[in-house]
């Protein structure tokens, strides 16, 4: 048995107490929406990433459903049973998924809410980016590109959503702004590549000539693109979330922005919101991310691989 001199007892608590107020290995549940989606992935490797820089662990769930209300609900009853140390929770419903929220809060698992703000819980934080203000920018990046001019197509995300409608406010915001841009159609296409080329694919039998096309993700822009070059046709087209292949496109000269929506950074920060609390560090209630438009001006910063992506640090994240 090894004994400590008395005199030492004092140090070796504090000691005890710095290594316990700082200890890791801590097990973070994180909820994205789907698996058909890559901005999903985008912010599960962003949670990833900060869980392994800070020595902490993570577990994903899933829907294997994409945005499934029931499955995801009885996710949150099974991580309610395994109880990890923290929650970082993108709702598949802003509004349905409220009882699962307090489902958590009963259980008092810390949880912060990212990407989707949803409409009741109690959080330790929201990370997110402004959805009205991603619309707004990069729809006036769009017609300015255009000369102020022309007709444009929208595609929708999935309506009655708050990043959709967002968006969709902030496009239509932009249009008020330039009178000589005119809206042909806008049509929802739910966030998905192949819905948004068959909508694109019968929007361009009725309407041929289209100047501009915005749409509220990268996905569907992209599905817009595949549907306009098998018409062999050509049009601007901005998206949003400034993913790994919209951002090869925009280098490619193929198209033509997207706002950085920054699923890897929201899941960074919301994985480092978690421990931080955890840690007994303090955290903000609210964390926007800056919004910007990825261009041709700009498009080197953010041309890099998903997996060497790199987390911002805590106070580039919130400027403190």
Known sequence: MIRIPLKFAPMLALALCATLAHADGENIAVFTKNLTNPYFQSVRLGAESAAKAMHANVTNYVPTKPDSIPEQMSQIDDVIVKHPNAVVFVPVDFKAMGPGVQKLNAAKIPTVNIVDKSQTGDFVSFVGASDYQLGLQTARYLFKSMGGKGNIIILEGVRGTATSDERMRGFHDALKEAPGVKLLSAQPANYQRLQALQVMENLLQTYPKVDGVLAANDAMAIGALDALDGANLHAKVAGINASKEAVDLIKQGKML??????????????????????????????????????TAENYASYDVAPEKEVCPTWAQATGE
């Not at 950074?265 to 910007?292: F, H, N, S, W, Y």
């Open 257 to 294: 922005a997207s706002g950085d929506y920054s699923g890897f950074k929201q899941g960074c920060i919301g994985v480092m919101a978690a421990l931080r609390t955890l840690r007994g560090q303090p955290v903000p209630k609210d964390i926007a991310l800056k919004t910007e438009v990825v």
